[in-house]
């Protein structure tokens, strides 16, 4: 039966790469504008760790009320659908990361001054929530990819970038490209993994609709946008040290084969696992490179 500290090791594998990694970029980005500021950094993080530990929270309630989740899934169980905790107890719990993101989100708005990140903390939020929460959850409507490059690329490392140089540079933009296709091929590996039980349970994520190779193609195409965008970081700064985030195709390499071999089950939580390690590597990458002057 599946225990807190089973789903907490799990959580952190989808959490850690998925939060760190946008702020790593983003402060990378912000060191080559000659604006680091670590304050505003920290704060950047406990947002992005409180929000994705909140969305693990919320679609564990979410996909656990609906029945989505089975006891006998393959890799991490969930805690509502293994009935390792309760619903009403996990859904306080997205909540109350909810609420540390919005302290930590105004305190950079104070800091900062910009009070329209109000209304992209909001966004945040709602955007969480109904990935898989309410009466039409967009997760279900093969819309999370869309979701996760649009807050866990996009606005995670733009923001990081911005809150600390007030702007968004062209960099931080590629950056931002980079971190959110390597976000999205690990939601891709995930549902990939469950595709079976996703098409039982009527979840119609965006890997239902391609099927099983097509899926696997978003992949590497994913991984060739990665390629691409930490490239253009390099041209447009000058900073060619910056190239250093490739190195997140080397653990990734065997991984690739695999998955375009036709791996299936336990094989694909270790995909899953060093494309979240891949990510870390392409953002600290990054944030080595872009700190090198040129």
Known sequence: MTTMADWVEGARLRTLPAA???????????????????????????????????????NDYSDGIRGTDSAERVGPQRLVGSGAATAATVKRAAFGCFGLAGVAGLALVILTQQWWLLAVGVACVLAAWYYTGGKHPYGYLGLGEVFVFVFFGLVAVCGTTYVQVGAVTLPSLFAAIAIGALACAILVTNNLRDLD?????????????????????????????????????????GRWWSLLGLAFVVPLAGPTRALLAGATGLPLV?????????????????????????
């Open 270 to 294: 270790r995909v899953l696992k060093l494309t979240g390690i891949a990510e870390l590597i392409a953002a600290a990458g990054l944030l080595v490179g872009l700190s090198i002057p040129v």
């Open 197 to 237: 039980t996703d098409i039982i349970a009527g979840k119609h994520t965006l890997e239902t609709r391609l099927g099983d190779r097509g899926s696997r193609l978003l992949f590497v195409a994913l991984l060739v946008v990665t390629v691409l965008a930490v490239v253009a970081v390099a041209a447009t700064t």
């Open 20 to 58: 760190v990694s946008p702020v790593l970029a983003g402060t990378g980005a912000a060191v080559a504008a000659g604006a680091f500021r670590p304050v505003q950094a920290v704060l950047a993080l406990v947002v992005a760790l409180a929000l994705q530990v909140g969305v693990n929270y919320a």
